[in-house]
């Protein structure tokens, strides 16, 4: 489950009016919420498309994770949570992966959510329970709510802001308060994105600490066995209350879910490759292109698949650490962008996998393109006098070059660019206009193989003048020097819904950046972007959204808060031959837990291993 919603302004397939606790509001009743359009499957729907019903159920699959962990609790700020938990917890409602702007119930029943958008009440499955055998009630609801909210990580306090209270109507139904702005996102972000917690559970262990005892949790799988910082395994729940309901049938197959951590990205391909872990996607374009060419692939017993998706691809990009004053001057953040050679990294680097980043709401509708609709400039008019004026122009595509890596007109623009605000070169090293000390950049980073992307960017910056390095961390670092904003420059990426909605609080707003651990990392402080989020959340259809988030995007790409990097449409995965999976590929990617494992395949596999390590 993405923790990211879908959402922005809904509409409901099969709705049924009922009567309101306010007599003069009405709500509709449906199994699920959409945001972009009517509901993919319908009240009496049996299973998802991509998902056998006659899945067979046992086996085990390994899986591998980067860095380490010290932590079993993956909703509060503290220490470094283990991949996986979230297969432990369950919510209101969830996401199907080929509909993407829709949740449909879980372990509520149906939604009501009323006409003026001030509640949502959900309807409780009363089968549904906590590994104990408790019930999950309403009361676990509202405990939830307020933990997370005054002790969860701040992406929790900041979605469920406009979440005034969660009220008790029944021990299964639960009514959630909402204030402020009409805001068709709230019920689908309090259902997919509130975690279930136990009130009894911690009636006698404390939410905000760390915790290496396994939390009570209510999903298909429970922590069964782990080492910190090595590994953890999950264990199917065998009497899981929601195995046979319609959004979980022929999903949660296997017997075991195991994650082994690994401290090296290098190290972690050649354990794929010795058979230490079974499934693997691979975000590297060059392992792509070289790193798959040994005996178990040539055999047939790894596949390798390039798999198409139909997601937003958001933005991955070089982020600018706002708080450093060196960054404040807009000119210096553009003019480094022009330093960045994408087409040269995509030829010798890439293998021409990737295409460029020129929007933060890439390979979607919500794209700015072109030039400003009329409901474009109506709604950025009011703030012309705080805008660049290229905001009002064509929309922002990121520089080109020729790709042979001596193209010097990139580099001569930069250079005309730094001139014009001030910028001088004095004995090769350029000065900033403000300090009269010379720039030096440093490039924080985990991995030591994003040197390659990152190295031939040094050596460019260095031809401006520039003191370029990086620094390479640990993980744990890593994640701890990111919540804390100790970086100059970063990579990061920041992953959009086809609906965009509360979360561009969280990644862009000025009251996120001023707080601990959000994902605000450049710390943009603008008035103008605030009211343009707040407009985006508050855009009452489909059809409103699509310029709010148009507007957003250009004043966010003209300001140069990052420097965007690539994308890619597809999804390139390998795994071990021993799986069966529909021959439906969800549109928004890859959903493992609705494989199984295939007798006669692991037969063949093992086979296979025996004839390979023989020789034969």
């Known amino acids: 489950m993405g923790i990211l919603k879908t959402a922005a302004a809904f509409a409901i397939l099969m709705a049924v009016a009922v009567p309101s606790f306010a007599a003069d509001v009405k709500t509709t009743k449906s199994h699920g919420l959409s945001l972009a359009g009517p509901l993919k499957y319908g009240p009496d729907f049996t299973h998802l498309d991509y998902a056998n019903p006659e899945a067979p159920k046992g086996g085990n699959i390994k899986l591998s994770a980067m860095g380490g962990f010290d932590n079993l609790n993956p909703y509060i700020s503290k220490g470094q949570s283990a991949n996986g938990l979230g297969l432990t917890f369950e919510t209101l409602l969830t996401q199907s992966l080929d509909d993407p ?50 002790k969860g990580t701040p992406l929790f306090r900041y979605y469920y802001a406009d979440v005034e209270k969660a009220e008790k109507l029944a021990d299964h139904r639960v009514k959630f308060h909402f204030s402020g702005p009409p805001n068709r996102e709230l019920p689908q972000i309090v259902g997919q994105l509130l975690p279930l917690l136990s009130k009894k559970y911690f009636e006698i262990h404390n939410f905000d600490e760390t915790t290496l005892s396994p939390i009570l949790g209510s999903g298909p799988y429970k922590v069964k066995e782990f080492e910190a910082n090595r590994y953890i395994t999950y264990e199917r729940v065998p009497d899981y209350w929601g195995a046979d309901i319609p959004i979980n049938k022929g999903r949660n197959n296997f017997d075991t879910i195991r994650y082994d951590f690994y401290r090296d990205t290098a190290v972690l391909l050649e354990a794929f490759k010795a058979g230490e872990y079974d499934y693997r996607s691979e975000n590297s374009a060059k392992n792509w292109a070289t790193g798959y060419d040994f005996p178990a692939v040539k055999a047939g017993l790894v596949v390798k698949e390039e798999i198409e998706n139909d997601r937003s691809a958001g933005l991955q990009g070089y982020v600018y650490n706002l708080r450093r004053e060196k960054f404040q001057d807009p000119a210096l953040r553009e003019a480094l962008g022009y330093v960045f050679d994408f087409e040269w990294l995509n030829k010798n680097i890439f293998y021409d996998q990737y295409s460029r980043t020129s929007s933060y709401f890439q390979n979607s509708v919500m794209a700015a393109t072109g030039l400003p609709s009329e409901k474009e400039l109506a709604i950025l008019e009011p703030f ?117 909605g509360n979360e561009q609080r969280e ?110």
Do not use: C
């Open 101 to 150: 702007s829709a949740e449909y119930g879980l372990v509520a029943e149906s939604v009501e959510v009323a006409e003026d958008l001030s509640f949502a009440i959900f309807n409780m499955r009363p089968e549904a329970r906590f590994h104990d055998g408790s019930p999950i009630t309403a009361d676990d609801v509202i405990f939830s709510l307020a933990a997370v909210k005054e």
């Open 384 to 500: 012309r006098d705080q805008l660049p004026a290229r905001v009002f122009g064509e929309a922002y595509k990121a520089p080109v070059s020729d790709g042979t890596g001596r193209d010097r007109s990139p580099l001569r623009t930069a250079k005309k660019i730094l001139a014009e605000a001030g910028w001088e070169v004095k004995n090769g090293k350029l000065i900033d206009p403000k300090t009269s000390q010379p720039l030096t950049i440093e490039f924080l980073m985990y991995d030591a193989n994003s040197l390659r992307i990152t190295g031939p960017f040094i050596k460019n910056l260095k031809r401006l003048g520039i003191d370029a390095s990086s620094r390479v961390v640990d993980t744990a670092q890593y994640t701890e020097r990111l919540r804390n904003y100790d970086f100059d420059m970063a990579t990061s990426g920041f992953g959009q819904s086809i609906s965009p």
């Open 507 to 616: 990644f862009w707003g000025s009251a996120a950046g001023k707080r601990q651990g959000s994902r605000n990392l450049m710390g943009i402080d603008d008035p103008v972007i605030d009211a343009l989020i707040e407009n985006l959340i508050a855009a009452p259809t489909y059809e409103d959204l699509k310029p709010a988030v148009h507007a957003l995007d250009r004043v966010l790409t003209w300001n140069f808060f990052v420097i965007p990097q690539f994308h890619a449409a597809y999804d390139r995965i390998a795994y071990w031959n021993k799986f069966g999976h529909s021959d439906i590929n969800p549109s928004q990617g890859t959903d493992i837990l609705s494989w199984w494992i295939d007798p006669e395949k692991e037969a063949k596999l093992e086979e296979g291993l025996r004839n390979l390590r023989q020789g034969n």
